[in-house]
Nanobody
Framework: QVQLVESGGGAVQIGGSLSLSCVANGSFFYLGEMAWYRQAPGKARELVAQINRDGSTRYAEFAQGRFTISSGAAENTVNLRMSNLKPEDTAVYYC?????????????WGQGIQVTVSL
């Protein structure tokens, strides 16, 4: 079973930058795409960015031009570089992937990591 472990969150001032990392630990057959989602207080969880196994990416509109998702140097890791951060980027950020078995596909979530952008 795979576990996703996030790191790198914290507090930053408006206009600052922050990087998040996620590593998949445990035993698993195959992992598909990896992604970052976020959830602000009182709001639904939303996609931030996704990277597929072929390296293709997609971003939420709010993330385009400011956020960059990339595969880490180690296998089954994903990074999110966030720049020009705004107060509305304040949220809990979650790493996500799909764990594939021979006859299954399960969405897996990390525990989440807080990002706070302030004046």
């Amino acid at each position: 079973q795979v576990q996703l472990v996030e790191s790198g969150g914290g507090a930053v001032q408006i206009g600052g930058s922050l990087s998040l990392s996620c590593v998949a630990n445990g035993s698993f057959f195959y992992l598909g795409e990896m992604a970052w989602y976020r959830q602000a207080p009182g709001k639904a969880r939303e996609l931030v960015a996704q990277i597929n196994r072929d390296g293709s990416t997609r971003y939420a509109e709010f993330a385009q031009g400011r956020f960059t998702i990339s595969s880490g140097a180690a296998e089954n890791t994903v990074n999110l570089r966030m720049s020009n951060l705004k107060p509305e980027d304040t949220a809990v950020y979650y790493c996500n992937t799909v764990e594939y078995g021979l006859n299954s596909a399960d969405s897996v979530w990390g525990q989440g990591i807080q990002v706070t952008v302030s004046l």
